[in-house]
């Protein structure tokens, strides 16, 4: 078993619809949760970084840990072609950062 | 620079050749990171310096693979004998505080390496 499972998708969603993405975890020693964006052919791009469990919202993007479950998610609302890209859930302790495998989501006009 | 670069872009090398992939990070940053991304999935950790040390490189593949950064600056991730498996990108990450801190990653775009 993987330390960090994610849903590979595709995902395909009609602009305007809200996007759910989810992240496992194993490893209880994982201390801070994040998401990242990666376009085809760039660099993961942070989106958002949490602590503790909860819900953390920055625009139309809302991450929530639940650390007792060892479950992360990354909603998006209203969600635009532009944010067509792959989405990983990384977790961290200290220097050991772990990634999920990525969702890739198509928004479509 | 601004940002975590990486060179060269893309590499094709044929099977057995000795390949370098060089990463500048941002300047002043402490840590300094190594992932290795196969097609279609997520990076997986391959080396980690804290400014010139290697402090853990237990995700290397193989002992055909070796990565420095001998001035706490510029790192190179260098592959012996290249196999078709290790065809990947290789993305490279730098974060501004050591092994104990909580600050982003920020990521190059990648040496895309395809071994024939």
């Known amino acids: 078993q993987k330390e960090v499972e994610q849903d590979p998708g595709p995902l395909s969603v009609p602009e305007g619809a809200i996007v759910s993405l989810n992240c496992t975890y194993s490893n209880s020693a994982f201390q801070y949760f994040m998401w990242y964006r990666q376009y085809s052919r760039k660099g993961p791009e942070l989106l958002m970084y949490t602590y503790s469990s909860g819900n953390k919202e920055d625009g139309r993007f809302t991450a929530q840990v639940d650390k007792s479950s060892k479950y992360i998610s990354l909603f998006i609302r209203d969600s635009q072609p532009s944010d067509s890209a792959t989405y990983l859930c990384?977790?961290?302790?200290?220097?050991?950062?772990?990634f999920g495998a990525g969702t890739r989501l198509t928004v479509k006009p | 620079g601004a940002g975590v670069s990486q060179s060269p872009r893309y590499k094709v090398a044929k099977r057995g050749q000795d390949v370098a992939l060089r990463c500048d990070p941002i300047s002043g940053h402490v840590s300094l990171f190594w992932y290795q991304q196969a097609l279609g999935q997520g990076p997986e950790f391959l080396t980690y310096f804290q400014n010139e040390a290697q402090l853990d490189k237990s995700g290397l593949p193989s002992d055909r693979f070796f990565a420095e950064r001998p001035e706490g600056s510029v790192s190179t991730l260098k592959i012996q004998r290249t196999q078709q498996e290790d065809s990947a990108v290789y993305l490279c990450a730098s974060s501004l505080g050591g092994a104990a801190n909580t600050g982003e990653l920020f990521f190059g775009e990648g040496s895309r390496l395809t071994v024939l």
């Open positions: 990384a977790m961290r302790n200290n220097n050991d950062m772990r």
